[in-house]
């Protein structure tokens, strides 16, 4: 899939277009609650009008059944009423949650998509407090943020209407009031805006603080810097508190309800003092009625300071997702459409060369070599020679700076990555399981596995024996990163878990590092005949492994400085020798 399927996003879409776009995913709902809001708002005026005319038939003399039907107009409109504002309430909650849930589920799948060269310049705690934090932000920017500013702003519309009904001098006063209320919202929005990017930014520093505390709370307390840590997020916790300060300081600021008090009570006294003075024929109706509006405006606007304020965290947090959602991937590749599907592969590499980042140097370095059907190679090397980027150019984690890889004849390039992850499993040598059961980690690539597919695997694993003695056995939950088990229980699910696959290509980056001797042992000869019928690559520096190999490649410094079998490289390779010299008599140098 090319980037531009991928990521359906116009780059200069906003965050608020993107937003309202989801909102039209679920059109009756939107619909519902922008026309049923305005209705709901309409209809909670009606009954000051309605009280208006009783009172006014009251003091012109007239009985109670000449505004008996108002009453029980009054009286239905009370259901109606009720009705508006639980439908509308319980639907707006429903879209605020279904549209967050997607922003959630965008944002999710753009980071599942995106490559591995993305992925290391990213903290994961920032994008987790984005992921969280932000969402619920939006969720309440929604509902019932957004709902509240729409009715405030009808509600200004019908105090002209009303008022221009009974003399433009005080239409012309709402209007004056209403601008100086647009005008204030808009300067306190700009004055706010920064301050909430910087709190919304403070707050994910917290997140990825905790974040890798968490991770490596088990290094934290072995190198005791528990006192450090704290420090750490103490520091951190006091600059987010200062900008939130500053920001509810800003916020104060901002008061709505002063200029609405204000207009409310010149509205009243000037409309008292035109009935009283016979003016612009004012009646008391008119009297009521203007009280008893601008008093419910009154009563609204009290919630726009904090309205407001959520709807400014709203769009800054919109526009910190979107910024996500909708970048641009430096490292993103076309995803090809040929399967691949071969039971046994060729792999070839042509003058590859390989960065990770264009400031950094060079990874891999012109390396060229081919590995026939069924062979096993192995790749020795110090660290940082390039062994683990070999592994994962084979998987297309990442695509060559120059040069050509081949599959069974073909450029990676050209097959789908599904495909290529099916049929290519890897052994890390950092290995990740998740906190679910022994069980789901030997079966996650495999979902549909049996139970005796996955005892068969975990026996030529050897790990049936020690997950057997767990607690619940196969349903052991064994905690995040497998934290609950040795080093080299969670290498044998990561090996069982590999060869549930059955790939084509079996990949081991120094699969075998956490095992004891009599365990690799055991492994090595129960898988012996499985490797027979695949072709594997491994990096490793076990002897015992190297020297099964129908192929060695020595790697240093990104380059390959020796390659051919184990017989001729202990002849004519000096960088090999040393690796032997030390545990087996060897024949005499080759000089060449």
Known sequence: MSEENLFKYDRDMNSLKWVARLHLRYPFRTFYVLIGGMIEILIFLLPISITANVIEISIEGGGIANAKGQLWFLLGLAFVQAFLYFSVSFLNEVLAHRVTTDITQELFESLQYRSLTYHDSKDVGNI???????????????????????????????????????????ALITVIVFIIFVITTFIYSTKILPLSVKARENFAEISEVISSSLTGVREIKSFVATPWSKKKLLKTAIKYQKNVIKEQTKSAWFYPIFVVTFYAALMIVLSIYFAYMGLFDVSIKDVILIAGFVSFLTGMSEEVQWTMWFLIRGKVSADRIYDIVSEKDPAAFEDGDTEFESNHATIEFKNVSFRYKDELPYALRNVSFRVEDLQTIAIVGPPGSGKSTITKLIQRLYLPTSGEILLSGRPISEYSNKSLRKNITTVEQDIFLFNLSVKDNIRYGKPEATDEEITNVAKIAEANDFILELPKKFENLIGEGGVRLSGGQAQRLSIARALLLNPSILLMDDGASALDARTEVKIQKAISEILRTRTTVITTHRLAIIAKADLVIIMEDGKIVGLGSHEQLIRKNPYYRRLFEKHYELPELEVV
């Open 128 to 170: 987790m407090a984005r992921a969280t934090g932000d969402t619920r932000t939006i969720n309440i920017a929604i509902s019932p943020a957004v709902r509240i500013i729409i009715n405030v702003t009808i509600v200004w519309i019908v105090a002209f209407i009303i008022t221009i009904s009974i003399h433009y001098i005080l």
